[in-house]
């Protein structure tokens, strides 16, 4: 064993014994005198001299070594050869347990991890079965159970940099990565900037979606099964349950969870107090071994020869013992941290949860609330106080016995043993001292909650810088994409369902016939063509072609940039042109040119190793809408609107005959953070340029939605006996109209409005452009009118490219072009819906209202202020008053004095309120 590197010394003098002739006048070899204590050859002459070079007296047990022929018998003195055997091979004194045999030896046992000067490996713990059936004995630790996909790994490494450990996911790449490369990697293109980063310690709490269908949404709770559930599972195996929405859900639970946050805590601080306590345990066990190593080697050094078998034997004892006590400290060290790591990671989670309530963030069905409150829950059962057993103050003692009389039998009697075997007992947080808990929250946990605060700082914040890319339909095309690694064989058409990719398409003939490229490939396509042109520019004129036939390979010139690239022959075209014309393809990139012999190359062979890079694709599931089956000029334009200039994600369902039938999909606006990929094929079946192939075909989930709908706020519901102002904002009729609320809303909506309007006027191409709306889509308006924009959600979709939409702060309604309609950044999402429907109260109308009564009635109040009293409030209809504010006169008595309305109560008889 290391004894902190020191080696075998004289125990005179100090010194370090060293081999002879090394240091010439001052010899410090270890030689032996007859009671079997060694001492440095310059240390023996001076005890010579001392007796007249006759004799050495032994300075530890006084015994007398006589030296027959003086002085210079000193040098006949046998040599320390178990001593000098340590200097030789850079050892310690006599007993060198090496820590690192101890290691191996309980690596090999299966029993402790490999590196123990490493700082301790936090594995990934999940507490989402830690759901104890009977309570556990307090001798017995409690173990949380580990998480079943990480429960083999260690502190995972970012791929990327190969450097940090990971502290973040993205759950659309479906990739971890550190802080740092997460923002460069995702700086690369708008797609990937709308990503979000989720910190890895809240990586087990968030809800995937239905594993039954294809990850839906999990959007209600089932009451009776206690579970959410997608809605296909609510119709298909929850019929007649009770049935809530799960956002209701979530915040009854999270309302509930204060008081258990509160005890997570202090058993989290306890974890980490606990494994403190351990590592400390740990540090004085092997200072233990050291020093014990340290006393065995005195007492061999005496011993010496004789005894060297007997030392091995001892040193293998130790090494088992400290070995045995090693991993199970460091066991119980690592697996303190790691149930620390996790549930701190759940109180995080939770003080999110309730920190974010009103603004309903996590409450959705991004985060599984319930089983957040479980692992909170559970946590109580878990042992976390380290209570010390005993004061030990040496964890090894080796014993000789001193009435052994013989050799042998004291060899047999020396032994070494652990002065206990188990130094902790672990007991839950209810079952310690008070003060044992104010103490562990009184320490300050700096490692640890600066570990996670670094890792939320790194992966919480993504950036926003936006580059556009672009790229051209021919051979030219030749974008940078370095963040993605090159694919490595042409093995890469996999029919697996919602496998996306980057791509861009290079050429295209029609929605079902085109040609991409992947991004991924792009570092590799660049370093190829400088390859080509390299080539083809210093060695290309000796390797002009003389004839070709189809299907040959060859360097083609390429007309639009001359470049060379790789193609390949596809005719031999007859003409009455001197020089033979050749029909030739790019295999990387897709596009056909006709062009003279002379621009061909041979090609060599290594310049074929590589696949072609480009791939053909086919919209799956979709035909021309035609029912001449003929694509039409404005369908093609259309997907090249949308397709082209830009890196889009593909989605990759089934490969036949080396074509693969994929969904491409717009990227998402990376100013909206639940904003979903656009389906193409949905947006050429809604402009009526496709239709689908069957009933199946309309339902071909691609992309797995990532997040809840994107909706508005709704606004707080009046309560009955309640005053306001108002101004009224659309009129149907006196029994129905839409207001707003006098107050600072007002002044919020209309700044709004104005910041609204340059962001959608500006021209940003079809970066806004909502292709494929849905009902219920959240959205921007341009009102037909004013030709101003407005927020407001789709109602219908009646066709031939038009949309109804619902304007949410006015209350009015029109049908528009979708062009008219634009996606709407999360900023405008914050302030609720500002429309209020109401009604007057105690009128009676005929059923067929008069055109004059609603004309008067329009006049009366359109964009006037009034002061309403609530009478009846349901589902967010309000049937009230309306008084003018500066003359209290009452719209309801006016109408029926006018003979507009009849009156069937005192606020329209008189405007006296109940």
Known sequence: ???????????????????????????????????????????????????????????????ITSLEYGEASVLQLPVDLFTLGLVSSNKSQVVDVNMASIRKLAVKKGRLAANFSSPPIIAS???????????????????LPKNKHKAKKKTEICPDCKKRPTSCRCFKCQSNWCGVCFDRIHKSSQVLMTHQAVPLYLDGLMENGCVEHDNRMLELWCEDCDKPMCPLCCIRDHNGHRITDILDKNIELVDNMNELIDNAEGISTSLCKSARIVVQAAQDVESDVIRTAAEIGQIFQHLHGMLQACERRIESELQEMGAEKLQSLRSMEQQLHANFKYLDGAVKGARKLTKSKKSNQYLGCVMDVKKVTELLSSSIDTPCCAINNTDIKSHFIFDIDENVPKIQELVEGLTVKSVQDKQFTMKRY?????????????????????????????????????????????ANSTQKYRNYEPVKSMVRLRPETAKTEMVVVTYMKSPDDFIIQRCADQNRLET??????????????????????????????FSMDDKWYRARVKAIIESSEPETIVHIEYIDYGNHEKIPLSRLRRIEQNFLKIPDLSVRCGLIGIVPFNKNGKWSVEAIKSFLQMTGDKPILMATHTVEEGKAYVDLHKPANNAIHADQPVSIRDAMVFLE??????????????????????????????????????????????LQFYFHTVGPENEYLATMMEEMQPIFNANNGDIWTIFSPKVGMVCAARFSLDKRWYRAVVQDMPGNQQVTVYYIDYGNSETLDYRELKKIPDAFLKLPTQARTGGLAHISLPDQIPLDTLVQFNQMVLCQTFRIFIYESTDGMVSVSMNAIDTDTSINSELVKLGLAETTGPCSAGGVRL
């Open 125 to 143: 713990i999940s507490l989402a079965e830690a759901r104890p059936t009977t309570s556990p004995t307090a001798a017995e630790p409690v173990i």
């Open 689 to 734: 340029m496709a239709r689908y192939t069957s009933n199946s075909s309309t339902f071909m989930p691609s992309i797995p939605p990532q997040t809840r709908e994107r909706r508005y706020l709704r606004t707080e519901e009046f309560m009955v006996d309640q005053e306001a102002d108002i101004t009224v904002t659309h009129v149907i009729s006196p």
């Open 1 to 63: 064993m290391n004894r902190g590197n020191v080696l075998p010394s004289c125990q005179n003098c100090s010194r370090t014994y060293s081999l002879r002739g090394l240091r010439p006048g001052q010899q410090h070899h270890p030689l032996l005198l007859d009671c079997g204590h060694s001492y440095c050859e310059t240390c023996l002459i001076k005890f010579a001299s001392r007796h007249s070079g006759k004799e050495i007296l032994c300075p530890t047990c006084l015994t």
């Open 430 to 474: 209810s079952e310690v001292s008070d003060q044992w808990a104010e103490n562990a929250k009184s320490e300050q946990i700096n490692g640890a909650t600066n570990e996670h605060s670094d890792d939320d700082t790194a992966s919480d914040v993504s950036s926003s810088s936006k580059k556009s890319s672009k790229s051209t339909h021919s």
């Open 528 to 557: 190829m063509s400088q390859s080509v042109n390299r080539h083809c520019k210093t060695k290309g004129h000796h390797h002009q072609l003389m004839s070709v036939h189809p299907g040959d390979h060859c360097f083609a010139h």
